[in-house]
């Protein structure tokens, strides 16, 4: 009910927490998120398609985790992605993946693993959904922001970090620094457009503004840092464009 007031319209069952209470737990969660006309996306070969004004935007989720499509199989990633493009206007892909907490602020190439699991090699991930159709690809899982890319011409957020979280999660210094992304895309062909990043952080796990701007001067410094030559520009408004 709090996220229906809140104002979501979809969220992403695809990650590393997925089947903690087995079958059970997701048949819950689904009934609970349908209960509030809430979308979701991120079953197996699971593709959702959300149709306004006659535009269709296509929602594909995945991670490294058994139930969902896998991140550690690119053809898989290729194969569900071919297959939103035919049914869509735009396909965003979301996706959970990478290693967990301050040592792994980087996006760096090769497969990510953390306590022994393999998280995926996100930018081969990312790059293979955008190859064959993406339009835009929002990532998580680490639980720290992330560097963004623009990869032929498309917007890639490797991580937003936490946005909210209970008192398991650590939300202290970078872990609680995040941001709202806003993202434009041109209608006919996805083309990255704009973008506004505004920063939060957290307080006692609940998102706030933050005037100090800590996440942006983060994304911004990550993404010079790790994509130097394909960062989107950001300017100190928080405004982004692919230069």
Do not use: C
């Amino acid at each position: 009910e709090n996220l229906k007031d809140s104002g979501y319209a979809l969220l992403n069952l695809a990650n590393n927490h997925s089947l903690d209470y087995g079958l059970a737990g997701i048949e819950s969660t689904k009934n609970a998120l349908m209960q509030y006309g809430l979308e979701y996306s991120g079953e197996k070969d699971q593709i959702k398609v959300i149709e306004k004004d006659g535009f269709k935007v296509a929602f594909v989720g995945m991670s490294p985790n058994i139930g969902s499509t896998l991140i550690t199989y690119p053809n898989e990633v290729k194969k569900l992605v071919i297959k939103a493009r035919s049914q869509a206007d735009i396909v965003v892909v979301i996706f959970h993946g990478g290693g967990e907490g301050r040592a792994y602020q980087h996006t760096l190439p090769g497969e990510e693993f953390y306590f022994g699991e393999n998280r995926g090699d996100v930018i081969k991930a990312a790059h293979s959904a955008i190859d064959v159709g993406a339009d835009l690809v929002l990532g998580s899982g680490p639980h720290v922001l992330r560097g963004m890319e623009v990869y032929q011409n498309k917007l890639i957020a490797y991580s937003l970090g936490n946005f909210y979280a209970t008192s398991v999660v650590n939300t202290k210094d970078i872990s609680g620094t995040s941001g709202i992304l806003f993202v434009t895309v041109e209608k006919k062909f996805g083309i990255f457009e704009k973008g506004l990043f505004v920063s939060t952080k957290l307080e006692n796990g609940v998102p706030i503004p933050d005037e100090t701007d800590e996440g942006l001067k983060l994304v911004r410094s990550l993404s010079a840092s790790d994509f130097p030559n394909s960062m989107p520009y950001f300017g100190d408004d928080g405004v982004m464009t692919r230069k």
